[in-house]
């Protein structure tokens, strides 16, 4: 039997928007010295991308062209297309519902995939998003599943606006929450699920802290089983 060069490792932590998810994958990768890949990054950038260039969001070929030409740079949390620099404008509310309409076309999905797969570098990787631990690294040594209720996320995602002094209210924060977990569960490509080889965290009420050590602490287990 031979055995094949040893692929590094992935963590994959899905979930649904707002989570907490990009917050702890970051936190993760940077404990364990692993690459950082926020692939809800990449959606966003389709959808903001095609809105720019006034193309229809549920167009697949043609959104998948604007896919497959794209040049994507991550530098940190800096994000640049084609040498420009969109990181402001990919985190805004419109490029977030842009990025959940492009997500529900196949060929935009296929198109992202072996971009996804580039990132899969020595020492390991954490990656984040809806399709981690099902389609794009289903060998992942570990998979999370993190969640909490829409109330919840829409109060985090209420604050990280406040921050940017960019307003919103609650109630249309949690019914656009509502909306994109409705959507995101219920495309026929890639839906947003647990897989069942996942180990789900509810995080309401849980400090940053606590879930990064949950995290490392299950990595570790995987490493050394008893
Ligand atoms: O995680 P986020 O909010 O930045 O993701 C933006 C959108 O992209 C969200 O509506 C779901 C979609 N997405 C996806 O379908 N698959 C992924 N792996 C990551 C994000």
Redesign the pocket.
Request: proline share 0%; no cysteine; charged share 35%.
């Given at each position: 039997m031979t055995l094949g060069p040893k692929v590094p490792p992935v963590i994959a932590i899905d979930g649904p928007?707002a989570s907490g998810?990009g917050t702890i994958a970051a936190a993760v990768a940077q404990r364990l010295g692993f690459h950082y890949l926020d692939?809800?990054?990449l959606?966003?950038i389709v959808g903001f991308v095609g809105g720019e260039r006034r193309v229809n969001l549920d167009s697949d070929s043609e959104i998948t062209d604007i896919t497959l030409n794209l040049k994507v740079k991550f530098n940190g949390d800096r994000v640049f297309v084609d040498a420009r620099e969109v990181s402001d404008q990919i985190r805004g509310e419109v490029a977030?519902a842009a990025?959940?309409r492009v997500?529900a076309l196949p060929g935009v999905r296929r198109a992202l995939m072996s971009l996804q797969h580039g990132f899969r570098q020595p020492p390991g990787l954490v990656a984040d998003?809806?399709?981690?631990g099902s389609v794009v690294f289903p060998d992942a040594q570990l998979k999370i599943y993190l969640t909490a209720t829409a109330e919840e996320r829409a109060r985090r995602r209420h604050k990280q606006l406040m921050e940017k002094d960019s307003g919103a209210s609650m109630a249309a924060l949690l019914q656009d929450i509502r909306d994109?977990d409705f959507r995101?569960s219920n495309r026929a490509t890639a839906p947003l699920l647990k897989c069942t080889d996942a180990t789900e965290i509810d995080t309401t009420g849980m400090p940053v802290a606590d879930v990064v050590a949950q995290v490392l602490y299950l990595y570790q287990k995987q490493q050394n089983p008893q």
């Open positions: 928007s998810k692939s809800g990054a959606y966003r977030g990025a959940s997500a998003g809806r399709d981690m994109r995101d």
